[in-house]
């Protein structure tokens, strides 16, 4: 029989997430529609940490919209002002940080991501992505003429690449609560494999 420790309170999930992570960033990555902005935001409060989204911020910065900057200066300096805001972001830590889809991508930012914190890839299918996508404009990157089409290619291209995070959560046709639950849980078995 195991003798019962009544000075030890129980830990909330969000508890035991939160002292998993530490002095860490916690860092979304995944592809558009997979849900990082909506779920890092709810995540992010969960935690009593602070929340950045750094498309967001590339458009405080540049006061234009994603759509703008890409149809104004092309994807090449896009990326270039995602990976400078990103570097910056990440220096402010612990806090929660959604990167857009192309973020993780790149080698640096990769590796930056690597240093400052714990990834968690949410990784959804072809089907849950393009339902959510297909209902919102401001994603000029599939502004083709077969948009499903480009996100099957964004996801041959980019799996391989996202599955080097180091968490990954399955985004799913369920209420964002349960997907925010399985973060926390997910982060929180982090403790057990440290
Ligand atoms: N689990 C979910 N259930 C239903 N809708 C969701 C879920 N997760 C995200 N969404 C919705 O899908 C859309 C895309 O989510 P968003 O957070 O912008 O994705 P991302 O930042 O990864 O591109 C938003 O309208 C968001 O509210
Ligand atoms: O996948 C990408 O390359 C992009 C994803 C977008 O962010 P979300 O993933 O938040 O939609 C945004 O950064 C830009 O349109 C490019
Ligand atoms: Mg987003």
């Known amino acids: ?10 830990k909330t999930l969000s508890e035991r997430a939160r002292a998993a992570l530490g002095n860490r960033n ?16 709810m995540v992010a409060q969960d935690l009593g ?7 967001h911020e590339i458009e405080r910065v540049s006061r234009m919209t994603i759509t703008e900057l890409f149809a104004a200066y092309g ?23 959604s990167t857009g889809g192309g973020a993780f991508i790149n080698p640096n930012t990769r590796q930056r991501i690597k240093e400052s914190g714990v990834s968690v890839w949410l990784k959804a299918d072809l089907d849950v992505l393009w339902n959510r996508v297909s209902r919102r404009e401001g994603r000029p990157l599939l502004k083709t003429a077969d948009p499903k089409g480009t996100l099957r290619a964004l996801m041959d291209d980019r799996y391989p690449i996202y599955a080097e995070a180091d968490l990954t959560v399955i985004s799913r046709d369920v209420r964002k609560e349960v997907i925010v639950k399985d973060v926390l849980a997910t982060i929180a078995g982090l403790a057990n494999k440290e």
């Open 49 to 55: 940490l602070s929340f950045v989204d750094s498309d």
């Open 26 to 41: 916690l860092v979304f990555v995944g592809l558009m529609g997979a849900g990082k902005s909506a779920i890092g935001r």
């Open 1 to 10: 029989m195991s003798a019962l420790n009544l000075s030890e309170t129980p």
């Open 75 to 97: 994807e090449a300096e896009f990326r270039a002002l995602e990976t400078r805001v990103i570097e910056r972001l990440l220096q402010a830590g612990p806090r929660v940080v």
